[in-house]
């Protein structure tokens, strides 16, 4: 059995910055990337920022480019976001995620590329 677990998640003022982790735990596993995602009350999950173990390429969605920075570490099924500039609608729960299923980075923006998911850390910005 796979397990993420996330950390770092807090409440912090706009403008401010949060490093979230995320290691992995149980059997071992491999994977093509990580990534994290976040849902907002109300809405659904979206896409924030991926790491490609191949190339260590990363991507991000438009809402945090510039502001966010992944890194990852394959041999330890390990990811970090550091979150700078934070304003009050990045306030979410924040997942990562390992992608397993599809090897190619187009897929690493899709949800449903992801197979394992840690149970989430609450990120606040308040205004």
């Known amino acids: 059995q796979v397990q993420l677990v996330e950390s770092g998640g807090g409440l912090v003022q706009a403008g401010g910055s949060l490093r979230l982790s995320c290691a992995a735990s149980?059997?071992?596993?491999?994977?093509?990337?990580m990534g994290w995602f976040r849902q907002a009350a109300g809405k659904e999950r979206e896409f924030a920022a991926a790491?490609?173990?191949?190339?260590?390429?990363?991507y991000y969605a438009d809402s945090v480019k510039g502001r966010f920075t992944i890194s990852g570490d394959n041999a330890k099924n390990t990811v970090s976001l550091q979150m700078n500039g934070l304003k009050p609608e990045d306030t979410a729960v924040y997942y990562c995620?390992?992608?397993?299923?599809?090897?190619?980075?187009?897929?690493?923006?899709?949800?449903?590329?992801?197979?394992?998911w840690g149970q989430g850390t609450q990120v606040t910005v308040s205004s």
């Open positions: 149980g059997r071992t596993f491999s994977s093509y990337g």
């Open positions: 995620a390992a992608r397993t299923t599809y090897s190619d980075t187009y897929y690493s923006r899709y949800d449903y590329a992801y197979a394992y």
């Open positions: 790491i490609n173990w191949s190339g260590g390429n990363t």
